[in-house]
């Protein structure tokens, strides 16, 4: 079975911490992800990465960055973390042939 | 603009009673339509992808069907272990890399 893991289920900061993300796959998956969903919204892309030390923006990258140093860790970066970043935060990893995304537990983040 | 629309948002069904889930979509071009079901507080769960009009997928009580424009999920005699968010999302024949999700329908099934 395809397992990915997220750091944290629950985190807790301040507004103008650093806070990092962390998301672990085991399948050796070029593709990770990472989306954020709120109420109404649904989930929405923030960044991908389809190899190591490659990236890209999804729809919605202000105020965050992502890291891959290594083909199994993916990491959402929060600069500066403001209140409205407070969301369900989901990370997914698929193969090179693009097809199913599959998801971690997801790390729910409060910003106070 | 491309587009998924999941209809109902929400929707009661006593045990027993069979009912469908709707998603419409609308892209330049479509290589792939994917279910998932998310429970409360957790990630979503993969449960079928569809590739073209007419295919059908299966598992237990659930059955989802593909057309040119919409994708429906079939509930069949459902059961309170059903009770979950169920997302739709579209795979582009460009831009694979990507999803685009619905913002999915609640569903809740009482004993």
């Known amino acids: 079975d395809v397992k990915v893991t997220q750091s944290s289920r629950y985190l807790v900061k301040r507004t103008g911490e650093k806070v990092f993300l962390e998301c672990v796959q085991d399948?050796?998956?070029?593709?990770m992800f990472w989306y954020r969903q709120d109420p109404g919204l649904g989930l929405r892309l923030i960044y991908f990465?389809?190899?190591?030390?490659?990236?890209e923006k999804g729809d919605i990258p202000e105020g965050y960055s992502v890291s891959r140093e290594k083909k199994e860790r993916f990491s959402l970066i929060l600069e500066s973390a403001s209140t409205n970043q407070t969301s369900m935060y989901l990370c997914?990893?698929?193969?090179?042939?693009?097809?199913?995304?599959?998801f971690g537990p997801g790390t729910r983040l409060t910003v106070l | 603009e491309d587009q998924v629309t999941q209809s109902p948002e929400a929707l009661r069904l006593q045990e027993g009673e069979s009912s469908s889930l709707n998603c419409s979509y609308t892209?330049?071009?479509?290589?792939?339509l994917f279910w998932y079901r998310q429970d409360p507080g957790k990630g979503p769960e993969f449960l079928f992808t569809?590739?073209?009009a007419g295919e059908e997928k299966e598992k237990e009580r659930l059955k989802a069907t593909l057309t040119k424009k919409e994708s429906f999920l079939h509930i069949t005699a459902p059961k309170p272990e059903d009770s979950a968010t169920y997302l739709c999302?579209?795979?582009?024949?460009?831009?694979?890399?990507?999803?685009?999700f619905g913002t999915g329908t609640r569903l809740q099934v009482f004993p």
């Open positions: 892209v330049s071009g479509l290589r792939g």
């Open positions: 990465s389809y190899d190591v030390k490659m990236k």
């Open positions: 999302a579209v795979q582009r024949s460009y831009n694979t890399d990507k999803l685009i």
């Open positions: 997914a990893s698929s193969s090179p042939e693009g097809d199913t995304q599959y």
């Open positions: 569809l590739y073209s």
């Open positions: 399948m050796d998956h070029e593709n």
